[in-house]
């Protein structure tokens, strides 16, 4: 794991061999994955007056600038309430919540669309899953063990997590997004102690002891589960 770093160059003869990092740390691989996104496809709205700022920009009820005219999924660069700025998401359970937020709203059933944003992916033995949002951080906090894929990663703005990633730690990102989801500042040792659940940290928690986790190979914990 490459924390707080960006990829500089690919290196190698004939095909990439190597990454280099901003630090200048040189990284040997057979091939590198590259998630470049999408470009947003605003062309329906060409024409309305609906304000465009990649994507069709969205209040936190998935309405526009213009009234009657909704959008939701991939497309919207919506506010978010918790994270206090516009934010666009493509994934498809971002798609499916926000589209059943926008269709209460269009039924006058309206009610702040934030949800918490999460993904996972299985790659062969090894689950990552990522909650919440963050363009900037003041600090990284690490919990569990990076060398042997069994970590969860913190990214934290005084004191409050805006995000984490994790490897194969699919209840810890469960539980994190709770503590994103109320806004509490976490005391950085205890997110970094594994002796203490992450549960203990909300507000009116009472105090709870976990055992040290174990790798669990295609752990997946959704978060419309409840943690046991």
Not at 92 to 119: C, T, V
Not at 164 to 169: K, S
Request: overall charge negative; proline content about 4%; aromatic content about 8%.
């Amino acid at each position: 794991m490459a924390a707080q770093e960006n990829v500089t160059a690919f290196e190698g003869q004939q095909r990439v061999q190597r990454v280099v990092t901003s630090s200048g740390r040189r990284i040997d691989c057979d091939f590198v994955v590259v998630g470049v996104g999408v470009e947003p496809v605003t062309d329906i709205v060409n024409g309305t007056g609906v304000r465009i700022k990649n994507g069709i920009v969205v209040d936190e009820y998935c309405q526009t600038n213009i009234e009657g005219i909704y959008a939701a999924g991939d497309v919207a660069n919506h506010y978010h309430p918790i994270f206090g700025q516009l934010v666009r998401v493509e994934h498809w359970q971002n798609a499916i919540q926000q589209g059943r937020a926008a269709a209460r709203s269009m039924l006058g059933k309206r009610e702040p669309y934030q949800d918490i944003h999460w993904f996972w992916s299985d790659q062969y033995d090894y689950n990552v899953q990522y909650v919440g949002f963050h363009r900037q951080w003041d600090d990284l906090i690490i919990r569990g063990h990076p060398d042997e894929y069994n970590v969860v990663a913190f990214y934290m703005q005084d004191s409050h997590i805006l995000a984490a990633v994790a490897i194969n730690r699919g209840k810890d990102i469960l539980r994190a997004m709770s503590l994103i989801k109320v806004g509490v500042q976490v005391d950085a040792d205890k997110l970094r102690d594994e002796n203490i659940d992450l549960r203990s940290l909300l507000p009116g928690a009472r105090p709870i002891r976990t055992l040290t986790h174990r790798v669990v190979p295609h752990l997946v914990v959704h978060p419309d589960e409840r943690a046991k």
